[in-house]
Each structure stands twice: as C-alpha cells, then as structure tokens.
C-alpha cells in the first residue's frame, strides 16, 4: 500500500484519479508471497488443533510487535508488553473454551496498556498517545478472539474459516486487479492515493464469485446466500483496508514493517481479515452459530 499523499486546505485531494495499466512493480513479490503463505494458511485452518492454534499465536506475535513499534516503544519492556501479553492470555483462554474470561482479559489488557503508558514521562513516554498503544490490544485481540471462536465448531469451522479466507483473498486480488487494470475516481482519497472505486467494485464482485462457485464445495448452502455472505465479508474486508491505510497515514508510514516482501508487514497483509473475522462471527450469532455462513 502506498503512503497517502498530503490533503490540501479544504479538503481535495492532493492525488489525481489513479491511471490504468499502472504499477504493476509489486505483482511478482505480492504473488511469490502469496504463494508461499496462502497454502499455508489454509493448512493450518484445515488441520485445526495445534496447527490452527500455532498459527494464531504466532500472528498475535507479529502483529503486537508491528503495532508497538508504531507507538514507539518494546514488547519487552512496559508498558509495551502488556499488549502481547494481553492479546496471547485471551486467545489462550478462548483456545481452551473460557470465552467469558478471554473477552475480560483482553479488555482488562485494553485499560491497563492505557493507564501505564499514560503514567509514563520523558523520554520513555510513547510517540504516540497512551489510548492509541491500547487500542491495538483491541484491533488485534478481537479479530483473534472471533477467529477461535468461528473454528471452535468443528466441521462447520473449518468450512467457515476457510470460506472467509476466500473471500478476503478474493477481494483483495480483485481489487488489486480492477484497480491497477482500469484506475479512475479513488475511493477516499483522503485516506488512500491509490484505492479506486473500480477496485472496490472488483474485488467485491470476484468475492461474490468465488463464494458462490467455492462455498457449495466446503459444506451444502445456496449458492445465492453464500454470494451474499461473501458480499457482507468483502465490504469489512475493503473497510479494514482502509481502516490500516488510515492508521498508517496517522503514523506517517508507508508499511507497518518489512516483514513480507511486497506487502510490507503483517498488519499490512491481515487488515482485511482484522476486520472482516468479527464480521463472519456477528453473521454466525446472526443466523445461528454452529452451522455454515451461506446455508
């Protein structure tokens, strides 16, 4: 994702409609990548149990380091380390089925990070305001905690799980694709010099079209209904992603880190799915946890 460029007096946009057929650089080092950690991923989600389990600690890891770091403090030192802790005891706890417990552990973490970074004076205190180091407890802890609980259900779990990856992958690439291969008005270019609404457009409509085809594959379900659920995940998917271009245009960083070639850091990489995991778990309270997203 590209920094976003300055916003003149008024509010226009400093940057013009994005030109098709242009910056195509990343596309070899964003497939490479993808190649290696998509199968990855889904191997995980499909083996369940401690692969699953191994997976989500070691993203809460990553995730927490990038986002104290952007606050300008350590994870091995107060009153940065709290937000690992906070986030890894939660998901502990969900793993071994103490939802109640986890939800208060990750808000308990939420106000102690406040309180102890607010506390902190001189050349120890956070770049960034106190709130802001907490509230990656949140923007982590939640998405992690929807996560174990959406692949707690078994078989209906893992079709879920792997039916969101879908679909935040699906609108990522159609995105990606639509916006680099037609370019025009950008989405919000307060926010971000280089989403399109023919992005937008692309990456929801391939959403809807893996869901529908894949869906059907993973556990029975209409199609239609499973095109629809995929719609709801892409829209959290594109809002997440704009959401992480607004937090690093507030941080004044192109990436959150170097982690991954050609997407930056893993914040970089999950944006979509931070949000669009407790998307797929309200949709799941919605029509009944415990079964399909699509049936």
């Given at each position: 994702m590209?920094?976003?460029?300055?916003?003149?007096?008024?509010g226009a946009p400093a940057t013009p409609p994005a030109t098709p057929g242009k910056n195509w650089r990343d596309l070899?080092?964003?497939?490479?990548?993808?190649?290696?950690?998509?199968?990855?991923?889904?191997?995980?989600?499909?083996?369940?149990?401690?692969?699953?389990?191994?997976?989500?600690?070691?993203g809460a890891?990553?995730?927490?380091?990038?986002?104290?770091?952007?606050?300008g403090l350590r994870t091995v030192t107060m009153p940065g380390a709290v937000v690992p802790a906070a986030v890894l005891l939660a998901g502990t706890l969900a793993v071994l089925e103490y939802p109640l417990a986890a939800w208060l552990v990750l808000g308990g973490g939420f106000l102690l990070t406040w309180v102890s970074a607010a506390g902190?004076?001189?050349r120890d205190r956070p770049r960034q305001p106190a709130l802001r180091l907490a509230l990656g407890v949140l923007y982590i802890g939640v998405a992690g905690l929807c996560l174990i609980e959406l692949r707690h259900e078994n078989e209906a779990g893992r079709a879920n799980l792997v039916f969101l990856l879908l679909v935040v992958w699906a609108s990522d690439i159609?995105?990606?694709?639509a916006g680099r291969a037609l370019g025009g008005p950008l989405l919000w270019p307060q926010v971000s010099p280089a989403k399109t609404w023919?992005?937008?457009?692309?990456?929801?409509?391939?959403?809807?079209?893996?869901?529908?085809?894949?869906?059907?594959?993973?556990?029975?379900?209409?199609?239609?209904?499973?095109?629809?659920?995929?719609?709801?995940?892409?829209?959290a998917t594109q809002a997440g992603d704009l959401l992480e271009s607004g937090i690093k245009r507030h941080f004044n960083v192109k990436d959150t880190s170097s982690l991954i070639p050609g997407h930056g850091g893993l914040l970089d990489r999950l944006d979509g799915l931070l949000a669009a995991a407790p998307a797929a778990m309200l949709l799941a309270l919605l029509i009944g946890y415990g079964g399909a997203l699509w049936r």
């Open positions: 590209a920094q976003a460029g300055s916003v003149p007096e008024g070899r080092k964003r497939a490479l990548s993808a190649i290696v950690l998509a199968p990855a991923a889904v191997l995980c989600v499909w083996l369940g149990a401690n692969a699953y389990t191994f997976l989500l600690a070691l890891a990553i995730l927490t380091w990038e986002w104290v770091h952007l606050c902190l004076r001189g159609g995105a990606y694709l023919s992005g937008s457009a692309g990456g929801l409509l391939l959403a809807m079209a893996i869901g529908a085809v894949l869906a059907p594959e993973l556990a029975p379900g209409s199609p239609a209904r499973a095109a629809a659920a995929a719609a709801v995940l892409a829209v």
